[in-house]
Protein backbone atom coordinates (compact mmCIF):
# COMPACT_ATOMS: atom_id res chain seq x y z
CA UNK A 1 0.00 0.00 0.00
CA UNK A 2 0.73 3.76 -0.59
CA UNK A 3 2.80 4.93 2.39
CA UNK A 4 3.05 8.46 3.60
CA UNK A 5 3.23 11.10 0.69
CA UNK A 6 4.85 14.35 0.99
CA UNK A 7 4.54 17.35 -1.42
CA UNK A 8 6.51 19.05 -2.56
CA UNK A 9 9.70 17.00 -2.13
CA UNK A 10 11.74 20.33 -2.21
CA UNK A 11 10.46 24.14 -2.21
CA UNK A 12 13.24 26.89 -2.45
CA UNK A 13 11.36 30.27 -1.34
CA UNK A 14 13.05 33.64 -0.52
CA UNK A 15 12.78 34.95 3.17
CA UNK A 16 9.90 36.40 3.78
CA UNK A 17 7.51 34.42 1.22
CA UNK A 18 4.55 32.13 3.45
CA UNK A 19 4.90 28.19 2.31
CA UNK A 20 2.24 25.62 2.24
CA UNK A 21 3.67 21.72 2.75
CA UNK A 22 1.35 19.16 2.06
CA UNK A 23 1.38 15.55 3.57
CA UNK A 24 -1.03 12.86 3.13
CA UNK A 25 -1.03 10.19 5.36
CA UNK A 26 -1.29 6.53 5.08
CA UNK A 27 -5.10 5.19 4.62
CA UNK A 28 -6.48 4.51 8.23
CA UNK A 29 -4.29 6.26 10.05
CA UNK A 30 -6.20 8.81 12.36
CA UNK A 31 -2.53 10.39 14.03
CA UNK A 32 -0.08 12.69 12.12
CA UNK A 33 2.98 14.43 13.11
CA UNK A 34 4.93 16.68 11.71
CA UNK A 35 8.45 17.09 12.64
CA UNK A 36 11.44 19.20 11.42
CA UNK A 37 15.18 17.50 10.84
CA UNK A 38 17.55 20.21 10.48
CA UNK A 39 21.51 20.37 10.92
CA UNK A 40 21.67 22.89 13.82
CA UNK A 41 19.17 21.16 15.99
CA UNK A 42 18.44 17.45 14.64
CA UNK A 43 14.82 16.20 14.67
CA UNK A 44 12.62 18.21 16.78
CA UNK A 45 8.90 17.16 16.75
CA UNK A 46 6.46 20.32 16.04
CA UNK A 47 2.47 18.84 16.07
CA UNK A 48 0.38 16.02 16.66
CA UNK A 49 -2.69 15.76 15.61
CA UNK A 50 -5.72 12.95 16.21
CA UNK A 51 -8.64 13.14 13.83
CA UNK A 52 -8.99 16.91 12.97
CA UNK A 53 -8.08 18.40 15.97
CA UNK A 54 -4.30 18.94 17.88
CA UNK A 55 -3.81 17.89 21.43
CA UNK A 56 -0.21 18.84 21.27
CA UNK A 57 1.29 21.75 19.04
CA UNK A 58 3.92 22.46 22.00
CA UNK A 59 6.72 21.90 18.94
CA UNK A 60 5.48 24.90 17.05
CA UNK A 61 8.91 27.05 17.26
CA UNK A 62 6.71 30.34 16.67
CA UNK A 63 3.75 32.00 15.94
CA UNK A 64 4.84 32.24 12.15
CA UNK A 65 3.73 28.40 12.23
CA UNK A 66 0.66 26.84 12.24
CA UNK A 67 -0.93 23.77 10.81
CA UNK A 68 -4.39 21.93 10.11
CA UNK A 69 -5.58 19.08 8.92
CA UNK A 70 -9.12 18.86 7.48
CA UNK A 71 -11.42 15.30 7.10
CA UNK A 72 -9.09 13.74 9.35
CA UNK A 73 -6.83 13.00 6.26
CA UNK A 74 -4.56 15.33 4.52
CA UNK A 75 -2.60 17.76 6.60
CA UNK A 76 -0.74 21.50 5.69
CA UNK A 77 1.79 23.05 7.56
CA UNK A 78 2.06 27.07 7.04
CA UNK A 79 5.01 28.72 7.42
CA UNK A 80 4.67 32.35 7.34
CA UNK A 81 6.76 35.13 6.71
CA UNK A 82 9.99 32.23 6.35
CA UNK A 83 13.09 33.13 7.54
CA UNK A 84 16.44 31.26 6.73
CA UNK A 85 16.67 29.58 10.05
CA UNK A 86 13.20 28.01 9.09
CA UNK A 87 15.82 26.21 6.21
CA UNK A 88 14.95 22.27 7.13
CA UNK A 89 13.48 18.68 6.37
CA UNK A 90 9.61 18.78 7.22
CA UNK A 91 8.64 14.97 7.98
CA UNK A 92 5.30 14.06 8.44
CA UNK A 93 4.46 10.80 9.93
CA UNK A 94 0.95 8.98 10.60
CA UNK A 95 0.06 5.89 13.19
CA UNK A 96 -2.97 3.98 13.52
CA UNK A 97 -5.70 4.41 16.23
CA UNK A 98 -4.02 2.18 19.00
CA UNK A 99 -0.96 2.57 18.13
CA UNK A 100 0.23 6.28 17.91
CA UNK A 101 3.41 4.85 19.08
CA UNK A 102 4.55 3.66 16.36
CA UNK A 103 4.91 6.17 13.33
CA UNK A 104 5.10 5.92 9.85
CA UNK A 105 7.37 8.82 8.25
CA UNK A 106 7.31 10.23 4.92
CA UNK A 107 10.20 11.54 2.72
CA UNK A 108 10.01 15.34 4.13
CA UNK A 109 10.07 17.80 2.11
CA UNK A 110 13.35 20.03 1.84
CA UNK A 111 12.78 24.04 2.42
CA UNK A 112 14.99 26.25 1.17
CA UNK A 113 14.72 30.11 2.45
CA UNK A 114 17.18 32.18 0.15
CA UNK B 1 11.24 16.32 30.73
CA UNK B 2 12.90 13.33 28.31
CA UNK B 3 16.19 13.48 26.54
CA UNK B 4 18.14 11.04 24.44
CA UNK B 5 21.55 11.18 24.25
CA UNK B 6 23.65 9.12 21.43
CA UNK B 7 27.06 9.14 22.25
CA UNK B 8 28.78 8.60 18.91
CA UNK B 9 28.65 11.00 16.10
CA UNK B 10 30.20 8.90 13.48
CA UNK B 11 31.11 5.06 13.95
CA UNK B 12 33.64 3.68 10.83
CA UNK B 13 33.44 -0.41 10.81
CA UNK B 14 34.66 -3.23 8.24
CA UNK B 15 32.35 -5.12 6.75
CA UNK B 16 31.29 -8.33 8.44
CA UNK B 17 32.59 -7.08 11.87
CA UNK B 18 29.98 -6.20 14.84
CA UNK B 19 28.91 -2.94 15.67
CA UNK B 20 27.55 -1.02 18.42
CA UNK B 21 25.66 2.22 18.51
CA UNK B 22 24.98 3.65 21.83
CA UNK B 23 22.14 5.23 22.91
CA UNK B 24 20.64 6.59 26.33
CA UNK B 25 17.90 8.37 27.66
CA UNK B 26 16.44 10.20 30.75
CA UNK B 27 13.24 10.11 31.89
CA UNK B 28 11.21 9.96 35.19
CA UNK B 29 8.31 7.84 34.36
CA UNK B 30 8.14 4.29 31.31
CA UNK B 31 9.17 5.11 28.30
CA UNK B 32 9.04 3.70 24.91
CA UNK B 33 11.84 3.14 23.03
CA UNK B 34 13.10 3.15 19.28
CA UNK B 35 15.15 2.55 16.79
CA UNK B 36 14.83 4.58 13.40
CA UNK B 37 17.00 4.16 9.97
CA UNK B 38 17.64 6.71 7.39
CA UNK B 39 19.12 5.75 4.18
CA UNK B 40 20.64 8.68 2.12
CA UNK B 41 17.86 11.13 0.49
CA UNK B 42 14.76 8.83 2.31
CA UNK B 43 12.74 8.97 5.21
CA UNK B 44 13.10 7.40 8.47
CA UNK B 45 12.25 4.01 8.53
CA UNK B 46 11.49 1.87 12.02
CA UNK B 47 13.76 -0.72 12.21
CA UNK B 48 13.00 -1.74 15.68
CA UNK B 49 10.86 -0.97 19.43
CA UNK B 50 10.54 -1.64 23.20
CA UNK B 51 6.82 -1.11 24.23
CA UNK B 52 7.15 -3.78 26.73
CA UNK B 53 7.76 -6.95 27.43
CA UNK B 54 10.52 -8.67 27.05
CA UNK B 55 13.33 -6.13 27.11
CA UNK B 56 15.94 -7.60 23.48
CA UNK B 57 14.26 -6.80 20.49
CA UNK B 58 14.99 -7.84 17.16
CA UNK B 59 14.68 -6.29 13.53
CA UNK B 60 13.92 -8.41 10.28
CA UNK B 61 17.66 -7.69 9.03
CA UNK B 62 19.80 -8.94 12.11
CA UNK B 63 20.16 -5.97 14.59
CA UNK B 64 18.99 -6.44 17.77
CA UNK B 65 18.40 -4.09 20.84
CA UNK B 66 18.43 -4.40 24.94
CA UNK B 67 16.50 -2.23 27.11
CA UNK B 68 18.30 -2.03 29.91
CA UNK B 69 16.08 0.15 32.65
CA UNK B 70 18.97 0.48 35.58
CA UNK B 71 21.24 2.07 33.13
CA UNK B 72 18.95 3.53 30.84
CA UNK B 73 20.16 2.70 27.80
CA UNK B 74 19.17 0.84 24.54
CA UNK B 75 22.23 0.49 22.28
CA UNK B 76 21.60 -1.14 18.81
CA UNK B 77 23.76 -4.30 17.99
CA UNK B 78 24.60 -6.26 14.92
CA UNK B 79 27.22 -9.09 14.66
CA UNK B 80 28.59 -8.71 11.43
CA UNK B 81 27.49 -5.86 9.16
CA UNK B 82 27.22 -5.15 5.66
CA UNK B 83 27.95 -2.18 2.78
CA UNK B 84 24.18 -1.56 2.96
CA UNK B 85 23.63 -0.88 6.53
CA UNK B 86 25.32 2.04 6.11
CA UNK B 87 23.13 4.88 6.95
CA UNK B 88 21.82 7.46 9.50
CA UNK B 89 20.29 5.72 12.79
CA UNK B 90 18.22 7.59 15.39
CA UNK B 91 17.39 6.62 18.70
CA UNK B 92 14.45 7.73 19.59
CA UNK B 93 11.90 8.01 23.24
CA UNK B 94 8.21 9.09 23.95
CA UNK B 95 7.05 8.80 27.52
CA UNK B 96 3.96 7.09 28.58
CA UNK B 97 2.04 9.78 29.97
CA UNK B 98 2.27 12.04 27.82
CA UNK B 99 1.56 12.00 24.40
CA UNK B 100 3.29 10.51 21.38
CA UNK B 101 5.45 12.85 20.26
CA UNK B 102 8.91 11.28 19.93
CA UNK B 103 12.06 13.12 21.03
CA UNK B 104 15.17 11.67 19.01
CA UNK B 105 18.88 11.85 19.51
CA UNK B 106 21.30 13.44 17.31
CA UNK B 107 22.14 10.27 15.47
CA UNK B 108 24.96 8.11 14.31
CA UNK B 109 26.34 7.60 10.96
CA UNK B 110 27.47 4.28 10.39
CA UNK B 111 29.78 3.94 7.67
CA UNK B 112 30.66 0.25 6.36
CA UNK B 113 33.30 -0.36 4.13
CA UNK B 114 35.27 -3.21 2.28
Known amino acids: GAGVSQSPSNKVTEKGKDVELRCDPISGHTALYWYRQSLGQGLEFLIYFQGNSAPDKSGLPSDRFSAERTGGSVSTLTIQRTQQEDSAVYLC????????????FGAGTRLSVL | AQSVTQLDSQVPVFEEAPVELRCNYS??????LFWYVQYPNQGLQLLLK??????LVESINGFEAEFNKSQTSFHLRKPSVHISDTAEYFCAVSQSNSGYALNFGKGTSLLVTP
Open chain 2, 50 to 55: YLSGST
Open chain 2, 27 to 32: SSVSVY
Open chain 1, 93 to 104: ASSLPGLENIQY
